[in-house]
């Protein structure tokens, strides 16, 4: 499986998870909530698969680095899509209303939390060669090194904060720190390394 049809599985994948999880738990609130600490899973599996896909190419070739690599966008636009979902859950949670989203959640959380959807907003946008080959290689990399580096800030303030409370956080705060250190142990060559922009004939790789 290759390119765009990665993103179509992967929003099957994600609905068919919130669909069980309300299928069998119910729609009311302790199903929402299942629902989206399962869509906060998914989206740290496709974050740190497009996070670490260059810096496990370095390391070791393979087949599997190189699948990596090639569909990094996808998985990036997969992780938008579950996170989209994971937004629309969140808005479930508190009955549609931005008067009771406001009351249940922190200004901070508010602001941080909406940062990090622009970041992904825009970086799902510039995902795609038109855009990609608009916005230009050095701005392009720019929003996307940034991007990621703050929605990992997002995910290893949530999960490092509950693996503190709880050993069941323990892998999801393991994975992240690793993701973070393949992205800056140094690689045993560096050689052939590159930005994985999209192709056009404005942008190139």
């Known amino acids: ?11 099957f994948a994600v609905a068919a998870v ?19 600490r399962a869509t906060a899973r998914t989206s740290l599996a496709f974050f740190a698969l497009a996070f670490v896909a260059s810096a496990l190419r370095r390391r ?8 990596l690599m090639r569909n990094r966008r996808q998985l990036g636009v997969s992780f938008a899509v579950s996170h989209f979902v994971h937004l629309l859950l969140i808005f479930a949670l508190v009955g549609w209303s931005w008067a009771a989203f406001r009351a249940a959640t922190p200004t901070e959380t508010r602001v941080m939390g909406g940062l990090a959807y622009g970041f992904i907003a825009l970086m799902t946008v510039t995902s795609f060669d038109v855009t990609a080959a608009w916005l230009g290689p050095r701005a392009w990399r720019l929003l996307h090194v940034a991007g990621a580096y703050y929605l990992w800030i997002i995910f290893a303030q949530n999960y490092f904060a509950q693996a503190a409370r709880s050993v069941f956080y323990w892998p999801y705060a393991a994975v992240l720190a690793s993701a973070m250190a393949l992205r800056w142990l140094p690689a045993p060559r560096a050689a052939g390394a590159r930005v994985d922009l999209p192709r056009s004939r404005a942008v190139r790789s």
């Not at 049809?5 to 929003?11: R, Y």
């Not at 919130?18 to 989206?36: D, K, N, Q, T």
């Not at 070791?60 to 699948?67: G, K, L, N, R, V």
Request: hydrophobic share 60%; charged share 10%.
């Open 1 to 11: 499986m290759n390119g765009w049809p990665i993103v179509g599985w992967a929003t």
């Open 18 to 36: 919130v669909a069980a999880v309300l299928g069998i738990v119910g729609a009311g609130e302790p199903g929402i909530r299942m629902a989206l």
């Open 60 to 67: 070791w070739p393979s087949d599997a680095t190189a699948w």
